[in-house]
């Protein structure tokens, strides 16, 4: 028992020998450590954010114009379809019989003002002899007269039998994509059968937007003395996140503000191009779609220079944004901050910021406001020019 008690004294001191350096290494923590990032000026790329929805320049219904027997259809629905392209046949022989009536009712005509104008001279000469007599003459020249009045109505009724027979051919107005049919072969259609076919332009498109009248003026004076609509570039972002390629214009401001929601609409052209591969008779061939849902971007076409820090080092709360400043004394100070133009990358800083300040970027959650801190500047540093989109 002795022997085991001695032992276990031993085990103890040398545990205890053995904790003793360990402990003395370690003195009362230092300052945390953290990442700032100095106040700089960046240039930031001016940028606004709104809800638009796409919309084809042109739309048009193809409507019979007769009514006749759908005969044939002659295009891919869903297709592209060039100007002036034949797309629906219709029944042609009952109004290639009525122009050939009308053709014959003006040949009779024409016969009949010839011999009315032999009458008319054979009376005129008897006129010198005791044979002639005036309500001869005059019953020739009214005879002659209403021939001639018959001949020009008969040329009318025969220009609208002519037309009524073009209008068996239907033909694209526009150039664009074509909707699927909506008769079949066999059906009688006419003016009062609605539309055969609806064909929506492709290549621009416009885009509609609503904006509160209030964000309209702030636009309006801030790219007043920029060039006004030409200094502003739209980009849009698809439904699914993706960027579209082609940049459009502003073209259009409503006149009238919308009373139930106070907004104006505004209205830009963009491009939209067969998608790269894609053939004129594929669907879906173009990026942008009638009626499709879009997230509109007005985008200044020159940068600002603007107070810039990395969007990590702004917090918000109720009282609205602020970031944590490192002073000369390495002390952390909270800021309250106005935030302009601002991007995933980048915060642009209106007020409450000096350039040349320090704040904290990294490491937030190990700071509170008084302590002293062991600053580093943090790497990466932000990108500098990133678009700022900023929602309305």
């Known amino acids: 028992m002795i022997q085991i008690r001695h032992l276990r004294l031993l085990l103890l001191a040398a545990a205890l020998l053995w904790a003793a350096p360990a402990r003395a290494q370690f003195g009362p923590p230092g300052p945390p450590a953290v990442g700032v990032a100095k106040v700089e000026p960046h240039a930031i790329t001016e940028t606004s954010e709104f809800i638009g929805r796409i919309q084809a320049v042109d739309r048009v219904d193809l409507v019979a114009r007769v009514s006749a027997f759908l005969v044939e259809r002659l295009f891919t629905e869903g297709a592209d379809v060039e100007k002036g392209q034949l797309l629906f046949r219709l029944e042609r022989g009952p109004y290639e019989a009525d122009v050939a009536a009308k053709e014959a009712a003006i040949a009779q005509n024409e016969a009949l003002l010839k011999n009315a104008q032999a009458t008319l001279s054979r009376v005129r000469s008897l006129m010198n002899s005791p044979a002639g007599r ?136 963009i491009a939209n191009p067969l998608r790269a591969g894609a053939k004129t008779d594929e669907p879906g061939n173009h990026e942008l779609l009638d009626g499709e849902f879009v997230t509109v971007l007005l985008e200044g076409v020159q ?83 990133a678009p700022a989109p900023k929602s309305n």
């Not at 009248?213 to 972002?237: H, I, P, S, W």
């Not at 400043?325 to 209106?350: F, H, M, W, Y």
């Open 303 to 385: 940068p600002v220079m603007a107070l810039g820090i990395p969007r990590t080092a702004v917090l918000q709360d109720q009282q609205g944004s602020y970031v944590y400043v490192v002073d000369a004394e390495k002390k952390v100070q909270v800021r309250r901050i106005t935030l302009g133009q601002s991007s995933p990358t980048v915060a642009a800083v209106l007020t409450g910021l000096a350039e040349g300040e320090l704040v904290v970027a990294d490491g937030i959650q190990r700071v509170r406001p008084g302590i002293v801190v062991n600053p580093a500047p943090i790497t990466p540093p932000p990108a500098a020019a």
């Open 134 to 269: 005036v309500s001869d003459v005059d019953s020739a020249v009214a005879q002659q007269a209403s021939l001639e009045a018959q001949i020009r109505a008969g040329a009318a009724q025969l220009r609208a039998s002519r037309i009524n027979l073009d209008y068996t051919a239907i033909s694209a107005p526009i150039a664009g994509k074509i909707s699927r049919a909506n008769f079949s072969i066999g059906n009688v259609v006419g003016p009062s059968s609605g539309a055969l076919a609806t064909l929506v332009s492709q290549d621009p498109m416009y885009v509609f937007f609503p904006i509160s009248v209030r964000t309209a003026l702030e636009l309006r004076n801030r790219y007043a003395d920029k060039g006004g609509f030409a200094a502003v570039l739209v980009r849009l972002r698809l439904s699914d996140g993706r960027a579209y390629g082609p940049t459009g214009t502003l073209d259009y401001v409503d006149p009238t503000v919308a009373a139930n929601t106070d907004t104006v609409t505004l209205r830009a052209r």
